[in-house]
């Protein structure tokens, strides 16, 4: 088990730079598209790509909330430790808000597809989704144990 939930949270923290890029691309591509009055949908595999990156994280995030993890854990003073009460809770609430933005962003766009606003549904809903994930992940200089990579 020792080697699973190493190579699953390095797989988790290394992800976390795919994931950030293609948010950022498909928000930039979004808007470029928007602006440059480009029909929804048009090919948007950006969009499509940023999705599918957020729900593998969650998927590996919600092994290692489960199964492996020791720093998700539900015994003791959860809340009293800013690592536990971090990995717990605000890491996992965070995350799965972004991931509904996002999500919720993509679903909605693909019904506008009549009026063309999906650009800007996506645009918007990414880049929002984005900003809670940047709040909600363990940067180095936050002092919860976690890397750059
Ligand atoms: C876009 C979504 C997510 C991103 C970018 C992300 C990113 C990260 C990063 C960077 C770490 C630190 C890994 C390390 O270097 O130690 C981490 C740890 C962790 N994440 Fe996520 N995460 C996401 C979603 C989730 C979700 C939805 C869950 C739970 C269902 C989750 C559960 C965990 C757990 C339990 C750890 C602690 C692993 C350990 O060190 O034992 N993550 N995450």
Redesign the pocket.
């Known amino acids: 088990m020792d080697i699973l939930?190493t190579a699953l949270?390095?797989a988790?923290?290394g992800?976390?730079w795919v994931?950030?890029i293609l948010l950022v691309a498909a928000i930039v591509n979004a808007f470029g598209k928007r602006s440059g009055g480009t029909v929804y949908p048009a090919k948007n595999k950006l969009g499509l790509f940023a999705l599918i990156s957020?729900h593998v994280?969650?998927l590996?995030?919600?092994v290692?909330?489960l199964f492996?993890?020791?720093?998700?854990n539900f015994e003791g003073d959860i809340m009293g430790n800013a690592v536990t009460r971090f990995?717990t809770v605000e890491?996992?609430v965070g995350?799965?808000i972004?991931?509904v933005l996002v999500t919720m962003g993509y679903s909605k766009a693909k019904r506008q597809a009549g009026i063309n606003k999906g650009w800007k549904t996506i645009g918007v809903f990414y880049l929002i989704g984005l900003i809670v994930?940047l709040a909600?992940?363990?940067w180095p200089f936050r002092n919860l144990?976690?890397?750059w990579?």
Do not use: D, E, N, T
Request: glycine content about 10%; overall charge positive.
């Open positions: 939930y949270k390095h988790h923290s992800l976390r994931v950030l957020v994280q969650l590996l995030g919600l290692l909330y492996l993890s020791p720093l998700a990995y890491h996992l995350m799965v972004g991931i994930i909600s992940i363990p144990g976690a890397g990579f």
